[in-house]
């Protein structure tokens, strides 16, 4: 059973950067991705990377700001996250699906491994 374990987050004031981090607990060969929710909200998609060919997806509203990656060797996936704003606030999940290498899905259903989540608060 894959485990994943997210840490990087904490308290930034806005325009800050974070990076977060999701270490795999064995190789993941699969896309990926990070979701986050904010109080009240659902789980929304960040960004998604795939296996194979590294194909990247971002939300509009992370364009430019936030940048996702991966590392098998080191069985880790990050997430950078710079110019953030207040709106950025959330619990951020990574996120495996086991299921797809080629091409990423955009909805949290598809994913089977999740990580335990992590918190980001900016302040204004």
């Known amino acids: 059973q894959v485990q994943l374990v997210e840490s990087g987050g904490g308290l930034v004031q806005a325009g800050g950067s974070l990076r977060l981090s999701c270490a795999a607990s064995q190789r993941i060969s699969a896309s990926m991705a990070w979701f986050r929710q904010a109080p009240g909200k659902g789980r929304e998609i960040v960004a998604t990377i795939t296996w194979t060919t590294r194909s990247i997806f971002y939300v509009d509203s992370v364009k430019g700001r936030f940048t996702i990656s991966r590392d098998d060797a080191k069985n880790t996936m990050y997430l950078q996250m710079n110019s953030l704003k207040p709106e950025d606030t959330a619990v951020y999940y990574c996120?495996?699906?086991?299921?797809?290498?080629?091409?990423?899905?955009?909805?949290?259903?598809?994913?089977?491994?999740w990580g335990q989540g992590t918190q980001v608060t900016v302040s204004s």
């Open positions: 996120a495996a699906d086991s299921r797809r290498r080629v091409s990423s899905s955009y909805y949290y259903s598809d994913y089977d491994y």
